[in-house]
């Protein structure tokens, strides 16, 4: 059966792009959806041993494409290669331009918004949005009335930390294993997160029960991994392990905190509590979160960062909701 040169499924029949000369599946066959620009950028061609037949018009969007026979086996193929999770990339290594988030590269990323703007603005938009969904998550009046709203912004502001921190993780490694790896807006991303946003105002402005919010309004976008090896796991792994250590160093330090310092020892708990959260959300193995991959490399490791975050979490909430007679963060009476 012939296979589809995008996502490399077998299927009864191909169509034909007359832009890049490959053969897709149904479900790639509009140029956008199997990254037409990639291949017309590198100049690939492909050997044809046969005539294509007359072009059949699906609809407006589609009107580049043919309807085209089966592939001979000596056809060349580009081989598929996959990112770390967050976003696909389809090509190997060897056809990833020297910069493909520079305009010039001609490169169009599905799903990633101002993809060829740059990172720092990218950084800046997702960390205003991550703060954003903190302050209507943390808000409580009652903090307020006793002249401790500041909290509200101090735990907003490790929210981001523990997101930002996850992602530069991913992105270090990438680079320290040389793949090109930049933070990027996610279409799909910034949508939930406005939605969350509206929702949550909405619920403030109301006085309504604290609606649940996600805010994923990014990630970090690397370029060329092809396969569940050690560089894959490691790049994965970094997110969450960075959780782990901004998590296990906020736990000392709120411990170490006089108690005459409360809420401000309980609160910095609170944001290890945040990190060791967000860690093992990430460690579900599921989808485009880490621990889907980690789980596939290296069992053990997965184990040791699941159990690590979640005996943790339960350590630092069970001392936040302590008796005050046994608590590390309440003062004494």
């Not at 792009?17 to 100049?43: A, M, N, R, T």
């Not at 969450?240 to 411990?255: A, D, E, K, R, T």
């Not at 490791?301 to 007679?325: D, G, K, Q």
């Amino acid at each position: 059966m012939p296979k589809c040169d995008h996502c490399g499924n077998e299927v009864e029949e191909t169509y034909f792009c007359s832009q890049c000369g490959f053969h897709y599946c149904f479900l790639h066959v509009k140029p956008e959806d199997h990254e037409c620009s990639i291949i017309k950028s590198q100049g690939l061609t492909i050997q044809e041993t046969f005539s294509p037949v007359e072009p059949q018009q699906w609809n407006q969007e589609m009107d580049t494409i043919q309807h085209h026979p089966p592939m001979d086996d000596t056809s060349q193929r580009v081989k598929r290669g996959t990112t770390d999770g967050s976003y696909t990339w389809y090509r190997e290594e060897v056809y990833i331009p020297e910069n493909a988030f520079d305009p010039a590269s001609g490169i169009k990323f599905k799903g990633i918004l101002l993809s060829h703007k740059s990172e720092g603005l990218h950084f800046l938009i997702g960390a205003i949005l991550i703060f954003s969904i903190g302050i209507l998550g943390f808000y409580n009046q009652t903090l307020i009335d006793f002249g401790l709203g500041w909290m509200i912004f101090l735990l907003a502001g490790f929210y981001t930390t523990a997101f930002l921190f996850h992602e530069l993780g991913h992105r270090q490694v990438a680079r320290h294993y040389g793949f090109q790896t930049k933070f990027r807006l996610l279409t799909y991303g910034i949508f939930i997160t406005l939605v969350s946003l509206f929702l949550g105002l909405f619920s403030l402005l109301y006085e309504l029960p604290t609606i649940p919010t996600l805010a994923l309004p990014g990630a970090v976008v690397v370029l060329g991994l092809d396969k569940i090896d050690k560089k894959t796991g490691y790049c994965k792994a970094a997110g969450p392990s960075i959780n782990l250590v901004y998590g296990i160093i906020l736990l000392v330090i709120s411990f170490i905190l006089p108690k005459t310092l409360y809420p401000l020892n309980m609160f910095i708990g609170y944001a290890a509590a945040l990190n060791f959260s967000l860690g093992s959300f990430n460690m579900i193995p599921v989808g485009i979160l880490d621990g889907y991959n980690i789980f596939k490399w290296n069992k053990t490791i997965y184990f040791l960062l699941v159990s690590s975050l979640l005996i943790l979490l339960i350590i630092t909430l069970a001392n936040i909701y302590a008796p005050i007679e046994i608590s590390n963060y309440f003062p004494r009476r």
